[in-house]
């Protein structure tokens, strides 16, 4: 506890399926994912797995360690999930939040189940980061191998954290991936550039910049991702249903594929410095308009001149 | 060890590795049957989108061969390079591919070994050293997920401090030493002793599943991990 | 870290039927709570981890108030803080115990 300076916030209000996604905890975000009363939690917080290394730096824990698992439903199909908790310790991942994960897709293969994400990380947690870094390794193994036996693995990408680092790799391991505009997908952060790189480099506090380098509508443009969608929880819940529909082959010619596609893009854009320049070469005749363009104004322009990702990732 | 040293003494009967842009690429024999595809990435070069996937299209290409080779992946890298430029164009797919590339290589029946010899860092280390097989390190190897000045930063720690915790785990601070107690590696090679021979016993065993969180707990680096993965997939397997 | 505990007596059992409840985030400003049952019914304990040193007079004051006030007897309840101010830590115990009160 802290002393008090200020008005208490406002009690989160119940989550319905119109609530914002990217303001919503990892358990909101699942009830309203899943069919209802279908979740069962694996090594729930009652279990008080928490982490063996925060207390090392002062730091309070959380019992789930930032992540859900479980199994549960969606649309009567079963499935089981992973979220993420941006909030606590931006969802960073540690030794017990990425085992749970490995777990998981371990047991998915095994039953081939698919697996739904819903990434809220900024990549591996630094006060454990040797293990957070292995935990990641280990996640991407067991995706692909999952994938290998014939399991969809998606990943949803729309929370407050975004989805950075190690994070953004093992969704690049992913089947499919779903994302809204709030989305962000990236390996080095807007402040890590910055840090590393200086300001001239990338300019952090440009939120716009951001949006336009990483954000969701940018990688929809790009086909970084495969469906884009609303920020709220029905609609990324239409959007996982029509995820799980796509293949989850991984194999020679897929890869094969997807190197072409890579190279393409290279080739197509690569010569760019900014989002703007890469959407004006897609074809889309005002590329500044894309930022403020409403969902269906985007999605009409989007679906006819982007880069498509099929069959490739 | 330099690139040259490590070569040589890998490569008795010889080897056609040439390095271009810091990237490494060739074959080597190891003795008068086996032959080894060589990629790596050397120099602490920092790889970004093109580098990536220069990388993941070679070993695409061995991952085809009907004959599968051993791929010995040589890593001294930066971690991945920070730019606006590469995440513009998708860095975090195109490091993925690279580590899907090496795992498909190993799936067609390549031994994939991973030899750090130098730096790694980061989503570098996840999708190049972290992607192999097997990872095997020569002493002088530096992985860090992060240095500890930036590490200090976010923390808001100095690095006297860190370096006064890092005394009492391994679990955070860089070095061959830590990654190698958490479980990142299979074993240290001695430089000393013809590395010919340090490949050859490391082919000779039988590939193994994913081995590194058991290890991470023999060696006192990760206790949690294997014990809660495991329960997990117990969990999920008895709910159906 | 400092941990906390109190055994405070209360009057009122707790409502429902539901074995365990988790209510809010360990984030800045926030914390997570959580509260399952297995206390006498005239009993709640409450165990906190925080790491902000030196406020063991407020927590003493905010949980005793809410046991005076709340349907808590029975319930055995944990804290995970991030830092939060009193009003949040109340907010956040009347949440968990009218969580408790509905079915699962």
Redo the contacts between chains.
Sequence with gaps: MTSPTAAAPHAPLPADPHRSWYEESARGRLSHLLDAGSFSEFLGPQRRELSPHLALFNLPRQFDDGIVVGAGALAGKPVLVAAQEGRFMGGAIGEVHGAKLTGLLHAARQMKRDVVILFDTGGVRLQEANAGELAISEIIRATVQARAAGVRVVGLLGGRAGCYGGGSLIAGCCSALVISEQGRLSVSGPEVIETNKGVEEFDSKDRALVWRTMGGKHRYLIGGVDLFVADTVAAFRAGALAALDRPPTLDQAVLAAEQARLERRLARFGDTADGTEVWARLGVNQPTDVPDMDLDDFLTIANRQREGADAAR | MLPAEILTSLFPAGHQVTEEGGLLAGTGRLDGQTTVDVVGITGKTYPG??EA?TL??RI?DI??RPAPAPLLFLVDSGS?R????????????????L???L??AE??GHRTIGLLYGGSA??A???TA??CGELVALPGAWPE??DLP??A???K?SVDVLKE?AA??????PGLD??FA???IAEIWDPAQPLSDQLKAVLARPATG?E??RW?LDRG??????A??????????A?? | MENLRYELSTTKPAGGTRAVALVGVVASGNLEVLLERGEAADRCVIDIATPAHGFADLWQAVTADFAARSAAGGLRITINDGGARPDTVALRLAQGVRLMEKPE
């Design positions: 989108v093109d996937l993941a299209g695409l991952a085809a991945q920070m730019s606006r430029r590469d995440e513009l164009m998708g860095l975090s797919e195109t490091l993925a591919h580590a899907k590339a795992w498909q799936r067609a980061a989503g280390f996840i999708a972290l992607a997920v992060m930036s590490m930063r976010v923390t720690l915790k009492t785990t391994p679990v955070f601070a830590n990654l958490t479980g990142a994913d590194r969180a991470g680096g990760r206790q949690k991990a294997a809660i993965a495991r329960e997990v997939e117990q969990l999920a397997l709910h159906g």
